[in-house]
């Protein structure tokens, strides 16, 4: 057990022939006594200091342990954040290539239709290009036939057109009877 100022205070020395001069060995005692007695509280001022650093110690541990458990959990998130973000990029990629070629196909499918329209039009109108030209032609060698030239040559009085048409309704009228 440690000495206390107590103990250096109650020590009794005992006395011999030519010994240390009492007064002084007192003396000296009263001084260890002081010096002890600072020392012990000096002791105890840093066993506080000591218990409320490590306190503190303690709480910045457990603040510290608490900090690193929210940063793994916050990794963790932004981890899990990030593999859905990549994962629904590569879905709305793969659905807009869909869409895409989707597009793309449907257009050409109707270019396709379009052209063999364009195709079929043509033929249409190269076929009623050659009728229609053979029409005109027809007509062209109508008007240019000799009959239309005969028609004009052919003189007919209008008093003789009467005539005949009466002799010809009179001989309809007596076969009729």
């Given at each position: ?6 103990d ?17 060995v007192?003396?000296f005692?009263?001084?260890?006594i ?6 012990i ?9 000591v ?7 303690k ?37 807009a ?22 195709e ?16 005109i ?22 008093t ?18």
């Amino acid at each position: 057990m440690p000495l206390t100022p107590l103990d250096i205070h109650n020590k009794e020395f005992s006395k011999s022939f030519r010994g240390y001069d009492e007064d002084e060995v007192n003396e000296f005692l009263d001084q260890v006594i002081k010096d002890y007695e600072i020392i012990i509280r000096d002791k105890k001022d840093l066993e506080e200091r000591v218990k409320d650093l490590e306190e503190k110690l303690k709480h910045f541990s457990n603040i510290e342990e608490t900090l690193n458990k929210s940063i793994l959990v916050a990794q963790e998130a932004a981890e899990e954040v990030k593999s859905n973000a990549q994962k629904e990029a590569k879905l709305i990629i793969r659905e807009a290539e869909k869409n895409a070629d989707r597009i793309v196909n449907e257009a050409l499918s109707k270019a396709r239709k379009i052209a063999l329209e364009i195709e079929d039009l043509k033929k249409q109108s190269k076929v009623f290009r050659n009728r229609f030209k053979m029409l005109i032609e027809a007509q062209l060698e109508m008007v240019n036939s000799k009959d239309w030239d005969q028609l004009m040559e052919f003189d007919i009085d209008a008093t003789e057109l009467k005539s005949i048409a009466e002799e010809e309704e009179l001989h309809f009228s007596t076969q009729n009877n």
